[in-house]
């Protein structure tokens, strides 16, 4: 048996009852991603997405590239999955309660403009 918190809110002629959270039902999502730098040899911006899999206590369960999401390069989706995996989630909500949920960890690869140098 799974018990959600709730308040009885008598202020009305018929007593309901409220999630004693400010939001009840949640996706998991990505509360601090990690950022990575893009390798020199990117000729153009290349996206990678990472299907993570939080568990109640935000913790990352599984992260994985599929065919679908991947930039075709493996030195991209693996960078990608580094950055997943060191960043930090909050999980799904239900009724106030976490859960288990999954989510997207989106790694934006941009290629970097040379740093300036000073004249001779």
């Known amino acids: 048996m799974i018990l959600t918190p709730m308040a009885v809110v008598t202020d009305s002629p018929a007593a309901t009852r409220t999630p004693m959270c400010a939001n009840p039902n949640q996706e998991a999502t990505v509360t601090n991603a990690v950022y990575i730098v893009a390798p020199n040899w990117l000729q153009r911006p290349t996206t990678v997405l990472v299907e993570v899999t939080i568990g109640p206590a935000g913790n990352l369960i599984e992260a994985r590239v599929t065919r679908s999401h991947s930039s075709g390069n493996a030195v991209l989706d693996e960078a990608a999955l580094r950055a997943a995996r060191a960043s930090q ?6 009724n106030c309660m976490p859960t288990t949920g999954a989510t997207l960890f989106r790694a934006v690869f941009i290629q970097s403009s040379p740093t300036p140098t000073a004249p001779p």
Request: glycine content about 0%; hydrophobic content about 50%.
């Open 89 to 94: 989630y909050a999980p799904k909500l239900v």
